[in-house]
């Protein structure tokens, strides 16, 4: 995984820039004319400066190690040497990792580790051969080579030449006090011979230096931005790696996600519904007793029992609703959002427009976004005889888009720990969006994205 970082490249960059104006009038400057003594350009030539003595140390090492292990395949000397290689090779990978982070600001994430199945020799051995991150470190090696020998050449060129011919009129004295000759020979042979030596040429010739050191950083820019694929693409963890590293943590976030809820459902049964019957059983034995001494005593017990079990029979009816309602199951999103809808403190417009039914895992989360969204504004925002509320649910190609709105308080932040942020991780665990569009005024808009799954 590959992040850009420090952008803001330039001498305000410097603790001796940091002065408003001096950093103001700098920046004032158009982009094309600071651009060559910008930090960024002067970092991104020395990378590329250092590229070529560091990949003719990897290429030489990665050549030799390869064709050295390769030949002895033939006895078993060639399996560790081969295996060694491929070590060096990541070890050299973490160095330009390292020098890409220092003079690029390319933040590239170490690739996947060694799975190393047998403790040993052996064990490590197979584990690195086995790797395709060593051998795409290897393909780095080899690759690099060719290409910054190239980009050396260029860049080292046309920067001295550059700044050479900008200052020409600073140092053309020296030709004729030291050389012999009028200036700098632009053209000569046995009959003719051209020297930039009057001030038309000098200027002409400052001129080019001129147009040549403004573009020689854009250049450089293009160049590196070749080892930054090179970099990103073959030294950082694959793409198939990195899906694996994100389906484990989803798979994590499910795990305690259905743990979480596991423990809500046994303590909401714990302290709610089982605490009644516990009491309930008991004013029915108290009324059994007092059935033969006091009728009348017995009857009114009785009723008041009746009346704990009608709340019993709620709390479980809304435990049950919680954890997966009926009407969701029988008649689908529709029915089943306009449900909790009404029973929102704020009126609330549902509008379902689905062209079929989704799968009911996406289903269910769609249903336990829009509950837990509603009852957010059932709490949180402060609403008066002018709230409203609306909940659209639609389909743009293969994503269920699930968008609620509310003309409430606003405030709403997903990442301060809130109801939110448990959402968004719910969300995601199945490759699902929230976002949160909340200004401190209102109104908030949550927008939740999910994968489309047919039922």
């Known amino acids: 995984m590959a992040t850009e970082y420090g952008q803001g490249y330039g001498w305000d960059d410097g603790p001796g820039f940091r002065g ?7 920046h004032r400057l158009p982009t094309a004319l600071r651009a060559p003594i910008e930090a960024r350009s002067l970092r ?3 990378y590329l400066m ?9 290429f030489a090492f990665a050549v030799t190690m390869t064709s050295l292990g390769a030949g002895l395949l033939i006895t078993f000397l060639g399996v560790p040497v081969l295996a060694a290689g491929l070590a060096g090779c990541r070890g050299l990978g973490s160095l330009e990792r390292a020098r890409a982070r220092g003079l690029l600001g390319l933040d590239v994430a170490a690739p996947e580790p060694l799975r190393i199945r047998k403790q040993g020799p052996m064990g490590w051995m197979g584990a690195t051969l086995k790797s395709g991150a060593s051998w795409r470190h290897l393909l780095y090696t080899v690759l690099h080579f060719p290409w910054a020998v190239f980009a050396f050449v260029v860049a080292l060129t046309l920067w001295t030449t550059g ?9 053309f004295w020296i030709f004729p006090m030291y050389g012999g000759q009028g200036g700098l020979q632009l053209y000569g042979d046995e009959a003719h011979r051209i020297y930039l030596d009057n001030p038309f040429e000098i200027t002409v010739t400052a001129l080019v230096g001129l147009l040549l ?14 080892d930054r694929l090179l970099v990103g693409g073959l030294l950082g963890p694959s793409k198939l790696a990195t899906r694996v590293v994100e389906l484990e943590s989803d798979r994590g976030v499910v795990v305690d996600t259905a743990a979480a809820d596991l423990r809500r459902i046994e303590r909401d049964l714990h302290d709610g519904a089982q605490a009644r019957l516990v009491a309930l059983a008991m004013d029915l034995g108290l009324a059994k007793e007092k059935l033969a001494e006091d009728p009348r005593e017995a009857a009114r017990m009785v009723g008041e029992a009746h009346g704990e079990v009608k709340t019993a029979l709620q709390e479980l009816r809304d435990l049950a609703r919680g954890i997966h309602p009926a009407v969701l199951t029988d008649r689908g999103l529709d029915a089943a959002l306009s449900s909790v809808a009404s029973r929102c403190t704020v009126p609330v417009q549902v509008e379902v ?6 799968a009911p895992a996406i289903e269910g989360i769609a249903y336990f976004t829009v509950s837990e969204l509603l009852q957010n504004i059932s709490k949180h925002s402060r609403a008066t005889r002018a709230t409203r509320a609306t909940v659209d649910v639609w389909r743009i190609e293969n994503r269920l888009m699930i968008q609620v709105v509310d003309n409430g308080v606003g405030g709403a932040d997903a990442g301060a720990g809130s109801g939110l942020a448990g959402l968004a991780g719910r969300l995601d665990a199945v490759d699902g969006i929230l976002v949160v569009d909340s200004p401190a005024a209102g109104p908030t808009r949550v927008t939740a994205e999910l994968p489309w799954r047919a039922a």
Not at 20 to 26: A, F, K, L, P, V
Not at 163 to 171: A, C, E, F, K, R
Not at 221 to 226: D, E, G
């Open 20 to 26: 408003e104006g001096t950093t103001g009038r700098w």
């Open 44 to 46: 991104e030539f020395v």
């Open 50 to 58: 250092l590229s070529l003595p560091l990949s003719i140390l990897m």
């Open 163 to 171: 700044w050479t011919l900008l200052t020409y009129p600073l140092w």
């Open 213 to 226: 050191t403004l573009a020689t950083p854009w250049i450089v820019r293009a160049l590196t931005l070749v």
């Open 353 to 358: 427009d689905l062209p079929a039914r989704p």
